[in-house]
């Protein structure tokens, strides 16, 4: 951290979804609706990193993802994004399954 840090650009997004990302939204939206929670994935798209990231708050997309490892900033409506989610079942419960 360096006092010439910006401030996070990261809001959760409402807008409208692009064509390519559509019917995955309208996938993880019915699993929402369902009850369970989703938490949605991209790939940095650094050159040099590539890391597999995951957004910390469930159910919520951002359109702009900055990733863990590089703090690179990618624009998730990028194919090679690879946007993605992760789905958790019924996470209220605290005992697990088998
Ligand atoms: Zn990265």
């Given amino acids: ?3 010439s ?13 692009p064509d390519h990302l559509r019917s995955m939204f309208e996938r993880a939206n019915e699993l929402i609706r369902q009850g369970a929670d989703v938490y949605f994935k991209w790939t940095c798209l650094d050159p040099g990193c590539g890391a597999r990231q ?4 469930k159910n919520t997309f951002y359109r702009l993802g900055k990733c863990e490892e590089c703090k690179y900033v990618t624009d998730l409506w990028h194919r090679d994004a690879k946007v993605n989610y992760l789905l958790i079942w019924d996470s209220r419960r605290q005992g697990r399954q088998p």
Avoid: A, K
């Fill in 54 to 57: 995951t957004f910390e708050s």
């Fill in 1 to 3: 951290m360096t006092p």
């Fill in 5 to 17: 840090d910006p401030p996070d650009p990261l809001e959760p997004y409402t807008g409208p979804i």
